[in-house]
Nanobody, 126 residues
Framework: QLQLVESGGGTAQTGGSLRLSCTVS????????MGWFRQTPGKEREFVAH???????DVADSVRGRFTISRDNAKNTVYLQMNSLKTEDTAVYYC????????????????????WGRGTQVTVSS
């Protein structure tokens, strides 16, 4: 059983940066595909970024060129570096994990991830 804990959320101004971290407890972190999703009130959870076990990455069109996902298997941690923040990036950001590999399309579906953190709030103000 994995436990995921997000950190690094907070408030930033437009054009600013934040780095989110998600630390995973449990064994075999390197065997899990990891994802970041975000959600605003009244909306469905939205895919943001994904990283495979082999460090293959994928990001949503809305954040491409601004957000970067990475992982450090020695620290059991996945990161989301967010630059050039926009007000529309305001959301609760969730970290998710799934054992094995998630192919294209599946990785965009939150229901394909078994483990979830509780989320961290990111607020971007103008």
């Amino acid at each position: 059983q994995l436990q995921l804990v997000e950190s690094g959320g907070g408030t930033a101004q437009t054009g600013g940066s934040l780095r989110l971290s998600c630390t995973v407890s449990g064994n075999s972190f390197s065997r899990y595909a990891m994802g970041w999703f975000r959600q605003t009130p009244g909306k469905e959870r939205e895919f943001v970024a994904h990283i495979e076990r082999d460090d293959e990455t994928d990001v949503a069109d809305s954040v491409r060129g601004r957000f970067t996902i990475s992982r450090d298997n020695a620290k059991n941690t996945v990161y989301l570096q967010m630059n050039s923040l926009k007000t529309e990036d305001t959301a609760v950001y969730y970290c998710a994990a799934q054992g094995g590999t998630l192919g294209i399309v599946m990785r965009y579906d939150p229901e394909k991830y078994r483990y979830w953190g509780r989320g961290t709030q990111v607020t971007v103000s103008s």
